[in-house]
């Protein structure tokens, strides 16, 4: 989930630059912004998961611009203090993304234990999940060694094509 | 070796009646006529009745209905498929062999058949009952070039090549319920499975996977899959050529995927709607996160199923189960 204080300076960014239309997304977080009589306009993002899935909106006003912001995913898995402003950015030098629309399993049978979980140390042919559509099960390995510290969607979500699933450090 | 053989049963096999004398196989094939008697002596412990007589010389009485490599390839009109074939008369599970040859380099359509899988693979790690000669269990290994995305098409397109193979070749009724079981009197008579392995815009390779039932007697199904599985044994009265079918399917499944790479998905889903199983019925529809009743609606042009969702509104859908009948099959 974006910051206040990042999407400010995006916004700045873009209201300094010639830049018309700007998109972004991470993790189920949306954000696109353009520029109307010269001055920077945040829409609300597109919610593309489903229903069930929890929502968090965050809005906030500066100097006549409004931001507005929507993730698709309360990071239950991120162990982000509440307090935002205080908190670094997560230390990760990949991110594992789904090449495809469809399931995401942390296992390859419900009996079976995941094939990584955080803090466990992958090698670039490891495999970490699997992501299914139309009944083509597809392995995705981790393509760096490293040590898992972040796992970004629940077994069983559906995930979105490019949506990151998990973060790794290079170790 | 191997080549030898295929090109001495096609020899044979131009003959058809008549003879072919010894010498004119020695003069052929540029071995020597004691060569030639260690091939025929070769093709008779596959099945192959061969007639020897003096003077005149060999010709194919029967040709055997026994799956081995050379009844397989012979006669196999593919240009890349099951060019390169493994058979086995027992293995652990085909898609696995698949999984080890893709890491070993082998090309793009080597097709692993075994007369009996030991551990047979079905989804999620489940059993698929695979006993010794009552059906074909194989696993095709493909290097598709297409962005990772578009690769689900491919159990569609394995699906409408059965369904074709069944209907064209053994006079059967089959339906495929999404995205790509088969289905005769709704009961499941052929499963298929897929596991790719991709970076995010390339694909290293795919296993698809085929079990098809064909010969098993009603009381062989094993107990646990009575009451939703069937054979094509079951289903016409008539036992099955598995080499016959097999071939079938390696043609079919080559001509599909060729169509597929020419001209896309359209074509492979008019095929696929041609056999799709309760479109327009309303079922019952599970995905990891809820379950509902719902009409099948239709496939999408990437062949996700369009379904009505939990509140009536039309849902695109890339992975769920399909359940019918209350309490019935699948229950």
Redesign the interface.
């Known amino acids: 989930m974006l910051k206040v204080q990042e999407i400010r300076e995006l916004i700045k960014l873009i209201d300094q630059s010639q830049i018309e239309e700007f998109a972004y997304e991470t993790n189920g977080t949306k954000v696109s912004m353009k520029k109307q009589n010269g001055k920077v306009v945040t829409e609300a993002p597109v919610q593309t998961e489903a229903p069930s899935v929890p929502q968090a909106a965050n809005e906030s006003s500066h100097s006549g611009q409004t931001v507005k912001e929507t993730t698709a995913q309360e990071e239950e898995n991120n162990q982000e203090a509440p307090d935002q402003g205080s908190e670094a950015a997560p230390a990760y030098d990949k991110e594992v993304t789904s090449p495809m629309v469809g399931t995401f399993y942390q296992a390859s049978s419900p009996e079976n234990d995941p094939f990584v979980q955080i803090g466990d140390k992958v090698k670039t042919d490891s495999v970490v999940c699997i992501v299914e559509a139309m009944k083509l099960f597809n392995e995705i390995e981790a393509e760096v060694s490293g040590e898992v510290v972040e796992i970004l969607v629940e077994d069983g979500e559906l995930v979105e094509y490019g949506q990151p699933l998990f973060r790794i450090k290079s170790v | 070796m191997e080549s030898t053989r295929t090109r001495l049963i096609a020899l044979l096999e131009e003959q058809a009646d008549d003879y072919i004398s010894g010498q004119q196989l020695s003069d052929q094939l540029h071995i020597s006529r004691t060569a030639v008697w260690k091939h025929m002596k070769e093709l008779e412990k596959d099945g192959y009745e061969i007639e020897a007589v003096s003077r005149k010389g060999y010709r194919i009485v029967s040709s055997p209905d026994k799956v081995s490599l050379n009844t397989l390839q012979w006669g196999l009109k593919t240009e890349w498929v099951g060019k390169q074939l493994i058979h086995h008369r027992q293995i652990d599970s085909t898609q696995r062999m698949g999984h080890e040859l893709a890491k070993q380099h082998y090309p793009h359509g080597t097709v692993i058949i075994a007369d009996e899988q030991l551990e047979g693979k079905g989804?999620?790690?489940?059993n698929w009952y695979s006993p010794q000669g009552e059906g074909i269990w194989m696993s095709f290994l493909l290097r598709p070039e297409l962005p990772?995305?578009h690769?689900?098409?491919?159990?569609?397109l394995a699906a409408a090549a059965v369904a074709e193979v069944l209907a064209e070749t053994c006079q059967v009724t089959p339906q495929i319920k999404w995205?790509?079981d088969v289905l005769i009197d709704h009961k499941k008579m052929a499963g298929?499975?897929?596991?790719?392995?991709?970076?995010?815009?390339h694909i290293q390779y795919?296993v698809l996977g085929m079990g098809i039932n064909m010969n098993q007697p009603a009381d062989s199904l094993a107990e646990d899959i009575h009451y939703k599985a069937t054979s094509l044994l079951i289903e016409t009265g008539e036992t099955w050529s598995l080499q016959f079918v097999t071939q079938a399917l390696l043609e079919k499944f080559e001509q599909l995927y060729d169509l597929y790479m020419r001209e896309g998905f359209p074509p492979i889903k008019s095929k696929w709607e041609a056999y799709g199983y309760r479109i327009g019925e309303r079922v019952s529809i599970s995905?990891?996160?809820?379950k509902w009743e719902g009409k099948l609606l239709n496939i999408e042009p990437d062949?996700?199923l369009n379904a009505e969702g939990p509140d009536g509104e039309e849902k695109k859908l890339?992975?769920a189960e399909i359940h019918w009948g209350k309490g019935g099959y699948y229950a």
Not at chain 2, 151 to 156: D, H, S, V, Y
Not at chain 2, 192 to 201: N, S
Not at chain 2, 287 to 290: A, H, I, N, P
């Open positions: 989804r999620m790690e489940r990772p995305v690769a689900p098409q491919l159990t569609l995205p790509n298929i499975l897929t596991e790719m392995q991709a970076e995010h815009d795919v995905t990891m996160q809820e062949g996700a890339y992975s």
